[in-house]
């Protein structure tokens, strides 16, 4: 079965930046679910899937601009200790989820901390990069009615709800 509109992908990936390194990869878990043409994915990496089938293997090159764009400076900002709960460690690196304006979830991640003062992170952590993926189909069927519905897949490697 081919990779078309409203078909559930199921693959395994490796990203890599453009020296190599591994930024993430699914070999130590679940293949990936989506379903084709939600845009869950990366436009230009569902884009070069469309007709791949069960058992292809691709590389994919994806330009910082078909990615998450550029780091945004103006996506760092310095904040009090008091915005975040006080039972809540703070510590570098560590991710927290907020609602937008536009009541997006958005992700900012804690990247200095320095006494009352916290330096908080809004960029997607691989903006600025050109991705590098290694992708392997493992498995392409039907979606159900229920998860067209839900816009997403349920299952291994979607939601369990």
Known sequence: ??????????????VK?????VLESTLDRDPLAYIQGTQTILPLLEEKLEGKK?????KIRIPM???YGPRREEL????????????VEITVGQ???????????MTVTIVNVDGEAITIDSNHPFAGMDLNFEVQV???RDATAEELDHGH??????FEH
Do not use: W
């Open 1 to 14: 079965m081919q990779i078309t509109q409203n078909k559930v992908v199921s693959l395994h990936y490796v």
């Open 17 to 21: 930046d453009d020296k190599g390194t």
């Open 54 to 58: 069960e058992g292809d293997s691709l």
């Open 65 to 67: 601009d078909d990615a």
């Open 76 to 87: 760092v900002a310095v904040v009090n200790r008091e915005q975040f709960s006080k039972d």
């Open 95 to 105: 991710e927290f989820y907020y609602l937008d304006d536009n009541d997006q979830m």
């Open 138 to 140: 493992v498995g392409v």
């Open 153 to 158: 897949v349920h299952g291994p490697g979607g």
